[in-house]
């Protein structure tokens, strides 16, 4: 019977993993023919290919010209590692966290960090807290997109623009594809390996004038490790947020963003990549609307992520499994559209539900997408035939 309902359509691309993202549409190794290979990062060219990230992604997403960009070691968790550590202490924090990441986040903060003054507000997989109920007094750490989960930031307008303390945010699923309120945040991070679909290893850090005081006027009572250190003698080091990077940078993973960023822009800028996201995001909203047997982890579609989309199985059949042995048919249906070529790398996250992610970033082809709708209700199909219902 399921051969029958097997698909004439194949996707193009089976490429929907959740990072290191599919490349953009038109991506080629001669693309990069140009890298700067075998120079210093620091001669005059690796400088300018350098500053040349900062300026459009600057460019790109509107990011005000007194927020200072850089370009950090360790992709996004390098970044937000580098906040936490040179920022916090200075006042109460407040870890919220719907998902693996944000909760990691707080682990750091609570055990690492050890500070005594830090709340966590946590969520269960497809909810948020109540963000009405936030304290701006505080210094604020979140996630605005759960990759892990599928929940994200409704929007902006409970952060407080009179807040006291420091909105830093963890936006590396977010940026390029959902609109950022730059003046309500004062620290944001990201990797070039999500939306963007750059390679690993590299992270950006965005610091509003507020967190620039905070660095310049507070030092933390622990030691930072020289990777971590954005201040010397009291003063921003402001050679980092020019392309004079922490440490040794790939200049051909500089090369591999530049592409994407000149292809963003050839889209539309952050507009176009947005635009591209909401539409991806739409073709799976169209199929939910008929499924039988899956459904959205975050059900308040104010609160649901346009990029990593995660799904649950639904079917009675399925959730009358075993708790252990719901992870491993869900692991089956993965297999069987990875064994057909037509999705790759599109499990749950070991943390979430047992279910499915896709990845409906912005350098992700629609038709893939429709393409891979009936694909999905054909293995679902091949699995259950597998149980005796």
Known sequence: MTEELRPEIRTNSPLFSSGPCAKHPGWSLKNLENASLGRSHRSAEGKTRLKAVIDQHRSILGIPDDYKIGIVPGSDTGAVEMALWSLLGARPVNMLAWESFGAGWATDVVKQLKLQNAEVTTSDYGDIPDLSAVDWKKDVVFTWNGTTSGVCAPNGD????????LAICDATSAVFAMELPWDKLDVVTWSWQKVLGGEAAHGMLVLSPRAVERLES????WPLPKIFRMTKGGKLIDGIFVGETINTPSMLAVEDVLDALNWAES??????????????AGVIDSWIATSDWADYVALDPTCRSTTSICLKITSDWFVKLPKDEQPKAAKKLVSILADEGIALDIGSHRDAPAGLRIWAGSTIEASDLKALMPWLDWAYATLKSTYKI
Do not use: F, L
């Open 158 to 165: 409970w952060i407080d623009s009179d807040r006291e303390g």
């Open 218 to 221: 507070y030092t933390p009572s």
């Open 267 to 280: 889209i539309g800028g952050g507009k176009g990549m947005i635009a591209r996201a909401n539409a991806n």
